[in-house]
């Protein structure tokens, strides 16, 4: 228990002593800074000394407090221990450093410590001057380049921010500029070598600051040269002459002038033939190659130029040379055939023909290709030969030479310098014969032969065998070959078992179109010794007889058969009429005679044939019916043409077969090229060359339908024809699908209708045909009407309507009927009117003319009715029924209306007659009916009409109400009556 209560009390102590300790720490602690940082600045320009910033820390206790530079010496400052003031204590250089940073430590009296940071950055001052880099500045540039860069100087300055800016500029010139950032030098125009080959140049660099500071540097810029004075050639023209086959010949020279002296020119060769010459690029010499061939080219053209001048098209850039080839003599002669050896029998005569040698020199010109014959060696003895013409003879007799074998060397040599020449020999052998009378030696029966072959005879074909008379005892002695006629090695000779000679057919190839006979000669040799004289040589006229062995052939003239491919193709216009013409078929048969005599007969392939006919001699095809008898299913039509050959044979014949199409061209098929200026019968010669420009044009076959008179519509719409323009109807074919293309058909669009397809038809045809195109078009519209053919005198006038001129044709025909007519009754009226007694003329009392009690006229109103006239009123004759109610009083019939026909009034003759101004009422009397006398069923009857009539013998002036034109006199009639035919005037009035 005692023992707890001591370690209580000692720990209670323990923990009081150590709670007065601590009390005693918290009261002593260290200075504390205002500021944890510190931040300042300071110009480097700054002298020693200067003060920058006052640092300040506190203290508790309030003792004093001492600062200091934890690292001292390391930067350019120190600071004042009494009153922490930061003031500079070195020199500052902002481009070396321009931030400085340091710790700064305050000690109060306990000894206690603390610090802060502190940042100083120092301030830029413009004291750098700006300072030019990669020096030196050495520029090229070449002479008449265009504007542009030269080069680049650069500047760097140590200052910072404005103060470090740079702005270059040059000395003021008018050559060079400089971008004022970049420091980039350009050229203000093109540099000339010839003017400055150097300049030097001034370039100043100027910073921001205040005051700006500068510095210069020199610039060298080089103008290099250039060919920019270009040689030119003074001469456009060269000519040599060089010899052939000599290489490396110099030719000529050629010069181009530069008048820059450092500009040399280099020569090449433009043009010409590269592989057979060069030149010399620094001398310009040309040279041949190789050598030059005269027969090959006897000219040859180079075009020289310079590699510093490449403008070709200019005057002097290049110059021509022409290259003349002489010939030389560098051709040998060759002979162009060496015959085979040659067999002569010993008793030919001299001056018998052996052979014919021919050479040829390939020189171009004589006397180099001129070629003479000579013989060399010991033969020559026996045999001569033509210089000129190449001709060997025999020139001693045989008989009397040993020898049987001769070899004739022949030299061919030429005219030229030097002398060229080649050699050929002929082997001749001389078979030993002795003659005797024909009678007794051997030899042909007969010499003269004729003989047939069939053309298509095989080979080794018996042609014909001559027999041998007086043969030896051996056939092996007598042989027989062909020495003439055989050319074409169609033919040889051999004898039979029997020994006479057989003439054999050596190769097929006999062809009677080609050659239908042949003469072939025959020689007899033998080595038993004696022939009959003029008996060892045979004639035999070999005649090719023709068979059928070619089938015809349908021939397609072009240009018409270009796009047909193998077919006839023909179309039938709406206004054809039976008979009418559509095509030609043409088939060709190289056999004669019979067999090559072809007809044309239709295939019944459609039914459709039936509309058409075919003449089997001329191929013509013809519209059989009319174009309205053929319906939409009938055409078009395809249907196969046989041509057939040896017509009339059942066999040994050839037949072929052609497809032929036919169709109605429709009006949306037809196209219509228009030739202005030119008739149709011009147009037809050019026909064919016009189809292979629109063939060519459209790639399309193109036939031409029609070639007729220009139509066009008038201002009334009416259609009219100009006989002095042309219009060609022409359609084109689909050949792959077989139809007609419609106009519409792009192909044709684009090949014909476009501006530029129109325009180059139009330039073909005016450059190769002289032909004027007025247009391409679809035909007129088939309802106009027709009109009249214009002649060239009246081009552009609008015509009469086909109404009008119809209506002017029936007033002619109706003018000239009524002239005969007239003309007729004239000479009738005029005979009867001589054979009439004298006229009794009479004037009615018109008051002796009363028509009722009741009738009361005035005094300007009267009946009207006719009177006699006088002779000399006869110039109105014949016009009767012309006017209505004219009157006139007959003795035989009373009143007639003169509307009846003369023929029932003959008596009677109306020579003037005029009608009076009828009035159905008036304000001045009654009515005045006029009476007239109408014949019905041979009955008179008196017809009254209200129509007033003025008295044309009323002149009294007094009576102004009366109506204008009363008082004129042209209402009256006069009518001649004969004197037997008048009436006295009781009988008037009974009948009125």
Request: hydrophobic share 35%; proline share 5%.
């Amino acid at each position: 228990m005692v023992g707890k209560q001591r370690l209580l009390f000692f720990s209670v102590c323990w923990i009081q002593s150590f709670l007065s300790r601590c009390q005693a720490q918290d009261l002593r602690r260290p200075p504390i800074f205002s500021q944890l940082f510190y931040d300042g600045s300071v110009s480097e320009a700054a002298s020693i000394g200067t003060a920058v910033m006052a640092l300040k820390a506190f203290d508790n206790g309030g003792g004093k407090i001492t600062y200091s530079i934890v690292e001292a010496g390391r930067v350019p400052f120190r600071v004042d221990s009494n009153t922490g003031m930061v003031i500079v204590d070195g020199k500052l250089d902002r481009e070396q450093k321009s931030r400085f940073s340091f710790s700064v430590r305050a000690v109060n009296g306990d000894g206690l410590t603390s610090t802060s940071n502190v940042d100083i950055l120092i301030e830029d001052v413009n004291d750098k001057v700006p300072e030019f880099i990669e020096q030196p500045y050495v520029f090229k540039v070449k002479e008449n380049e265009r504007i542009g860069y030269i080069g680049r100087v650069k500047a760097i300055d140590g200052d910072q921010g404005r103060n470090g800016m740079i702005t270059y500029s040059v000395v003021p010139n008018d050559l060079i500029r400089i971008d004022p950032l970049s420091g980039e030098l350009s050229t203000t125009r093109s540099l000339d070598y010839e003017k400055e080959q150097e300049i030097i140049l001034e370039v100043i660099a100027t910073d921001n600051g205040l005051p700006p500071l500068f510095s210069t540097s020199l610039v060298t810029i080089l103008v290099e040269d250039t060919n920019d004075i270009l040689p030119v050639f003074n001469e456009s023209l060269y000519e040599a002459d060089v010899p052939e086959n000599e290489a490396n010949y110099p030719i000529v020279t050629v010069e181009a002038i530069s008048d820059d002296p450092k500009n040399f020119p280099t020569y090449i060769i433009r043009q010409g033939p590269v592989e057979k010459f060069t030149i010399d690029p620094l001398t310009g010499t040309i040279r041949t190659k190789e050598g030059l061939d005269f027969e090959e080219n006897e000219q040859h053209v180079l075009i020289i130029g310079t590699r510093e001048n490449e403008a070709i098209s200019d005057a002097g850039a290049t110059t021509k040379v022409l290259i003349y080839v002489q010939d030389r003599n560098d051709n040998a002669p060759v002979f162009v055939n060496i015959p085979r050896p040659i067999r002569l029998p010993s008793t030919v005569p001299v001056g018998h023909v052996v052979s014919t040698v021919e050479a040829k020199d390939a020189d171009s010109y004589a006397p180099a290709n001129i070629v003479r014959y000579e013989i060399l060696g010991s033969s020559k003895q026996v045999f001569s030969i033509d210089e000129i013409r190449g001709v060997i003879q025999v020139a001693e007799d045989l008989n009397k030479k040993q020898e049987r074998e001769y070899v004739i060397e022949v030299r061919a040599y030429d005219m030229g310098d030097p002398q060229m020449s080649s050699t050929a020999s002929i082997a001749v052998i001389v078979d030993r014969i002795g003659t005797v009378s024909p009678e007794a030696g051997t030899g042909f029966a007969e010499t003269i032969h004729s003989a047939s072959i069939l053309e298509d005879a095989e080979a080794n074909t018996l042609i014909r065998t001559l027999v041998i008379t007086n043969k030896p005892p051996e056939v092996s002695q007598i042989s027989c070959e062909v020495i003439e006629g055989n050319s074409e090695g169609l033919f040889y000779a051999k004898t039979n078992f029997e020994g006479n000679c057989e003439l054999r057919l050596s190769r097929p190839g006999l062809d009677h179109e080609q050659k239908i006979a042949y003469t072939v000669i025959i020689r007899l040799s033998t080595s038993f010794g004696l022939v009959g004289r003029g008996k060892t040589t045979a004639r035999i006229d070999v005649f090719v007889v023709d068979v059928n062995d070619n089938a015809p052939v349908f021939v397609f003239p072009l240009p018409e058969g270009k796009y047909t491919y193998g077919k006839y193709w023909g179309a039938i216009l709406p206004n054809w009429r039976p008979g009418a013409q559509i095509m030609t078929l043409t088939a060709r048969d190289e056999d004669s005679g019979k067999f090559g005599e072809i007809n044309y007969y239709l295939g019944n392939n459609d039914g459709k044939t039936n509309l058409l006919d075919l003449d089997s001699k001329s191929g013509i095809i013809s519209l059989k019916t009319s174009i309205g008898n053929i319906t939409a299913d009938s055409l078009p039509s395809r249907f196969n043409v046989y041509a057939r050959d040896n017509p009339g044979s059942s066999m040994g014949f050839h037949e072929t077969p052609i497809t032929v199409y036919i169709g109605v061209l429709q009006n949306h098929q037809e196209i219509v090229m228009i030739i202005r200026g030119s008739r149709k019968e011009r147009v037809e010669k050019d026909k064919e060359r016009i189809l292979e420009i629109l063939q060519t044009r459209l790639g399309l076959a193109v036939r031409i339908a029609a070639i007729k008179e220009h139509e066009f519509l008038d201002d009334s719409g009416t259609v009219m024809k100009n006989s002095e323009s042309t219009d060609i109807i022409f359609y084109c074919i689909d050949s792959d699908f077989d139809r007609i293309l419609p106009r519409e058909n792009p192909q044709i669009v684009n090949g014909l209708f476009s501006d530029t397809a129109r325009t180059q038809i139009s330039n073909y045809i005016a450059t190769y045909l002289s032909l004027e195109m007025q247009d391409i078009r679809g035909p007129l519209d088939s309802t106009q009407t027709s009109g009249h053919s214009l002649s060239a005198s009246i081009i552009g006038w609008n015509g009469l309507p086909l109404a009008l001129v119809a209506l002017c044709a029936v007033v002619i025909l109706t003018g000239l009927f009524s002239s005969v007519y007239v003309c007729c009754n004239w000479s009738k009226y005029k005979k009867k009117r001589d054979h009439r007694p004298p006229p009794v003329y009479f004037v009615p009392t018109f008051t002796g003319v009363t028509t009722s009690s009741e009738f009361n006229p005035k005094p300007y109103e009267v009946m009207e009715m006719s009177v006699n006239s006088d002779d000399s009123d006869r110039s109105d004759d014949l016009q009767p029924g012309l006017v209505a109610h004219r009157q006139f009083i007959s003795k035989r019939r009373s009143l007639y209306d003169l509307k009846r026909p003369p023929s029932v009034v003959s008596e009677t003759v109306t020579t003037r007659t005029s009608s009076m101004p009828r009035h159905q009422a008036n304000n001045y009397g009654r009515s005045i009916y006029n009476h007239s006398i109408e014949q019905r069923d041979n009955n008179y009857s008196i017809i009254e009409s209200p129509i007033p009539t003025t008295n044309p013998l009323f002149l009294d002036p007094s009576v102004s109400e009366a109506p204008d034109g009363l008082y004129s006199q042209e209402n009256i009639s006069f009518t001649e009556i004969e004197k037997s035919d008048c009436l006295d005037y009781s009988e008037v009035k009974t009948v009125l």
